[in-house]
């Protein structure tokens, strides 16, 4: 476990290069002041829908079984989704919301549109629960629990999930712009995201070993094959499908040895320098990023420590919750919509 200063420390030996990453740092600082002055949010709990839907665990493996037998990808699709979900406005089934006239939902923003799939998943097993237990279960619990099945399903740990959340009456497609880091995005940038989120270092890199599994496409990997970051035969293999004018959509898996597998082979690509997003070579290769190198060590070493840390880090991802949402959301019936 990394002690708080030293995540401290990591922040101000990056801050100095870029005065804008000090922005999200602070206004993070007087978020969490104002959350904990004012509100005091339920607690998430285990047990949230024992007595209300005591079947919901069973009803979304089961989902999630099919799921992913029928193709693993499903299994990334879920953890992605659950990811874009909690990084804007907390953990609260935005994501999942349709554009209609009067709201502007996230799924046209940039990191989303084209990009971000699996939404059929969630409906499905929406329309189950909405058979078994009427209005009972949020559609942003829904996508914390098929997040946690998927990663199982595809041989990765196991974790309790933290339920009780309430879906937004709102979506955010500037925060979506905002929140979620880019593939060619540096990595001070990057980690400043993610402690605006209360999530530091240590979370970052193990919440990106999610990249042992699913797909990415080539706009977002171009940049790293014909750049500069340390280069490979199999990186440039991919140069034949993905050229550097042509082919945008054709896709690649982040784990080549082991694409459908959760296990910490993501990090020893890494090591070897192949790791397909410039985001995820550079949390190995980036002259800022002293901390980070010695924990993609530590996790291509240690895939225990990785499960560990990646299970703890997905629960506190999980517990970025929205005070509002708490205060004024519901219990969807189609995660797509709000409530009439
Ligand atoms: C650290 C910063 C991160 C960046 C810059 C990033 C960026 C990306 C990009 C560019 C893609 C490919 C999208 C496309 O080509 O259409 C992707 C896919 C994916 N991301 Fe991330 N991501 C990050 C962190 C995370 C985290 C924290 C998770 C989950 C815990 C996650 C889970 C996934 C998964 C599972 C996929 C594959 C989805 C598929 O097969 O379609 N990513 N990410
Ligand atoms: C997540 O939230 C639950 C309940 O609110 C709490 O018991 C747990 O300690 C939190 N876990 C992390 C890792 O933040």
């Keep these: 476990m990394l002690e708080s200063h030293q995540i401290a420390a990591q922040e101000e030996e ?14 993070f600082i007087l978020s969490r002041l104002v959350i904990e002055s004012f509100a005091s949010d339920p607690p998430l709990t285990l ?8 079947t919901v665990l069973e009803i979304v493996r089961k989902e999630m079984e099919c799921a992913v037998l029928s193709d693993p990808r499903n299994a990334a699709l879920a953890v992605r989704l659950h990811f874009h979900d909690c990084f ?5 089934g935005s994501v999942l919301l349709d554009d ?3 709201l502007k939902g ?8 084209n990009s971000l799939l699996g939404y059929e998943i969630i409906d499905r097993i929406k329309n189950k629960l909405e058979s078994e237990c009427p209005g009972v279960v949020s559609c942003a619990d829904i996508l914390t629990i098929a997040a946690r099945d998927a990663v199982i399903l595809v041989g990765g740990p196991y974790w309790d999930v933290p339920l009780g959340r309430k879906d937004s009456k709102t979506a955010s497609y500037d925060l979506a712009n905002e929140n979620i880091p880019t593939a060619n995005e540096g990595l001070a940038s990057i980690i400043s995201k993610f402690l605006y989120q209360g999530l530091s270092v240590t979370d970052t890199v193990a919440l990106s070993g999610a990249h042992t599994i699913g797909m990415a496409r080539c706009q977002n990997y171009r940049a790293r094959i014909y ?14 499908t993905c050229t550097a004018v042509e082919g945008d959509d054709k896709i690649a898996p982040f784990d080549y040895v082991t694409p459908n597998v959760f296990d910490n082979s993501y990090y020893i690509l890494l090591l070897k320098e192949d790791g ?33 840390q990646f299970s703890d880090s997905m629960v506190k991802m999980g517990n970025i919750t929205n005070s509002d949402s708490f205060e004024n959301g519901e219990v969807r ?7 009439t």
């Design 14 to 27: 990056m801050a100095t290069p870029r005065q804008p990453i000090l922005r999200p740092f602070i206004l």
């Design 47 to 54: 047990d949230y829908y024992s007595s209300s839907c005591p």
């Design 88 to 92: 804007v406005q907390g953990c609260d």
């Design 100 to 102: 209609t006239v009067t």
């Design 106 to 113: 996230e799924k046209t923003a940039s990191p989303n549109v």
């Design 227 to 240: 750049g500069s970051l340390g280069e490979n035969s199999h990186l440039s293999s991919l140069k034949s």
């Design 276 to 308: 397909l997003l410039n985001s995820d070579q550079e949390l190995y290769s980036s002259l800022l990023g002293i901390q980070t190198k010695r924990l993609v060590r530590k996790y291509a070493e240690d895939s225990l420590a990785f499960f560990q």
């Design 333 to 339: 019936k189609n995660c797509r919509f709000i409530n």
